[in-house]
């Protein structure tokens, strides 16, 4: 069952269409991804689901209601992550989570959850001293405070370092663990891939391909990477660009990267053997969403028709 279903999305700020015909349903417990190019209207689709923003046209439904007509109900089973500039400096995560707790008829416990969430050493500390980790945490914990069904995160992991964002990531499989959905705007391929049971992937305001993140890499047209070093003669390059499925062949210095499939990579090999050389250092790696998102997006700069 869809617990978001957006269909026919458009929005347009002046006359630049900036959303043009999305659509994407959400199913309950997912933790779906949406991806795309700076501009891409991600964060505009994600405002509409949320009620903060009113669709030119189209619909959208949280848990079957209109987040702008039923704008009350949705806020009280959806939680949106904050903007940083949404918090008063001064505040202190208690008083944050005390006072948001206020905005909803059955909140969750603040203590608890600051300590579910590794925020109780810092309950007395204000949002300006918190490290970038702890206040994206405080974001998650302020997002979940209303005991939400579904929760809208926009780049929640921009600024942190490894380790905070690796800890950010287990912090939203428990999440999902405890039964909320999760939509999650990111630039992180490896977040993306990580954690989304599905992601879309957005350009210039739309869908361009939706998927699990295995099917979207499965989807590239390069599945595969190989490299190695050619030792024992000379192999011009035009001669691997012919091998069957290969996508891209670069010279990494002395070493050979080819991009294609696994008959790339076993033609490559044969074509080495045939010629009395060897591959040295030779190592075939899956490719990545990276790579994925790289052939489903345009290297233009995301721009809908106006
Ligand atoms: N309030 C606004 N008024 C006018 N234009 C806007 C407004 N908000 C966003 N835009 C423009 O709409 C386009 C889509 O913006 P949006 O924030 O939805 O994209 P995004 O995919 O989230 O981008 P990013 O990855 O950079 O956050 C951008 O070109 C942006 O400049």
Redesign the pocket.
């Known amino acids: 069952m869809p617990i978001v279903e957006v269909t026919d999305l458009y929005k347009s700020?002046?006359d630049?269409t900036?959303?043009d015909g999305v659509g994407f349903d959400v199913g309950d417990g997912e933790i779906f991804g949406i991806l795309?190019?700076?501009?891409?209207?991600?964060?505009?689709?994600v405002?509409c689901v949320s009620g903060l923003r009113v669709p030119d046209r189209g619909t959208v439904r949280v848990a079957g209601l209109d987040p702008v007509a039923d704008h009350r109900a949705v806020t009280e089973i959806l939680g949106t992550q904050l903007q940083q500039s949404a918090l008063q400096p001064k505040l202190t995560v208690r008083e944050a989570l005390g006072l948001y707790a206020s905005f909803y008829p059955d909140p969750a416990d603040g203590m608890a959850l600051a300590e579910r969430l590794g925020l109780a050493p810092v309950f007395g500390t204000r949002f300006a001293k918190l490290s970038g980790g702890q206040q994206q945490r405080l974001f998650i914990a302020l997002a979940l405070i209303g005991r939400p069904r579904v929760v809208v995160l926009?780049?929640l992991t921009t600024g942190l370092d490894p380790r905070g964002r690796r800890e950010t990531w287990s912090l939203i499989e428990e999440v999902r663990d405890s039964g909320v959905t999760v939509l999650l705007?990111t630039?992180f391929m490896e977040e993306a891939q990580r954690l989304c049971d599905r992601v879309a992937v957005?350009d210039a305001?739309a869908i361009k391909a939706l998927g699990s993140p295995t099917e979207l890499v499965g989807r590239s047209a390069s599945a595969v990477v190989v490299s190695f070093r050619p030792t024992g003669g000379v192999l011009d390059r035009s001669e691997f660009e012919a091998l069957p499925g290969a996508s891209a062949v670069r010279g990494d210095g002395e070493r050979i990267v080819i991009e294609g499939s696994d008959d790339t990579v076993d033609a490559a090999l044969s074509l080495l053997a045939r010629r009395g050389l060897s591959a040295e250092r030779l190592r075939v790696t899956d490719a990545t969403l990276d790579d994925a998102f790289l052939d489903i997006t345009s290297s233009e700069p995301?721009?809908a028709g106006s």
Do not use: I, M
Not at 36 to 45: W, Y
């Open positions: 700020y002046g630049r900036v959303v795309g190019p700076n501009g891409a209207g991600k964060t505009t689709t405002e926009d780049e705007v630039h957005f305001g995301g721009h």
